[in-house]
């Protein structure tokens, strides 16, 4: 049985608007007028942005908004499932974060972290995610001031990276910011670990050095295959989009 490359199913995943779309020609008038492709004049990416959308161009982005947000959900949802068949966590959800904000801009780009941080708040808080219920039971607030704000930087930092590099080379500043969301995401995650959870953090090291633990038992394989994965896929999907 023949399978798709897995940037291919993304791919039809996020054009499935496009039957709805219509005539891309009505959308898009000043089409000859503009070098770039057809939907980057919804990209808003300081050199390379696009004049005001007007209101069906608005209504198109918020459907477009809502499907990026559902896949982001609905990842973050199968991903223990997913990875308890696999000898490692895997996890996707940060590819449609990324590009969901190289796509409408850092504010949804926020949005979209929001929501991925929303999930693991529900499965941190009801202690399916049994480590961080640990993490939870013992400093509950800020555990779910954590859950939201590293999801949340993760997507408002990548789209950033991308609107201030876009100008100068687009296939890089979708690599750079692809890069940024794991590293934000994670980075967060450990550097409250470090400074607020020392005492959790020295338990789960038992002995070990706490920095050695961090960047083995914390960060490891499970974030090399979070990096690659999206770093690799990001850009392949876009391309495809033509973002």
Not at 60 to 69: I, M, N, S, V
């Amino acid at each position: 049985m023949n399978k798709k490359p897995i940037h291919l199913a993304f791919y039809n995943i996020f054009t499935l608007h496009l039957f709805y779309e219509g005539d891309s020609k009505e959308l898009f008038r000043n089409e000859k007028e503009n070098t770039h492709s057809k939907l980057e004049d919804y990209i808003p990416c300081g050199k390379c942005g696009g004049g005001e959308m007007k209101t069906t161009q608005k209504t198109l982005a918020l459907a477009r908004t809502a499907l990026f947000a559902a896949i982001v959900a609905v990842l973050q949802i199968l991903s223990p499932l997913i990875s308890s068949a696999l000898p490692v966590t895997i996890s996707l959800v940060m590819i449609p974060i990324v590009l969901g904000g190289i796509y409408f801009g850092p504010k949804t780009g926020a949005v979209l972290g929001l929501i991925f941080g929303l999930v693991v708040t529900v499965f941190t808080v009801t202690g399916m995610d049994k480590s961080a219920f640990l993490l939870f039971e013992a400093r509950p607030i800020l555990t779910i001031f954590l859950c939201l704000l590293k999801g949340t930087l993760a997507g408002w930092i990548a789209a950033l990276i991308y609107k201030a590099l876009c100008g100068k080379n687009r296939l890089w500043a979708i690599i750079v910011a692809s890069a940024a969301a794991p590293v934000v995401n994670t980075g967060i995650f450990c550097a409250f670990m470090y400074l607020a959870y020392n005492d959790i953090l020295v338990s789960w090291a038992d002995g070990t050095n706490v920095i050695v633990f961090v960047l083995t038992g914390l960060i490891g394989i499970n974030f090399v295959i979070e990096f690659l994965s999206t770093v690799i896929l990001c850009p392949a999907i876009a391309s495809r989009l033509k973002i």
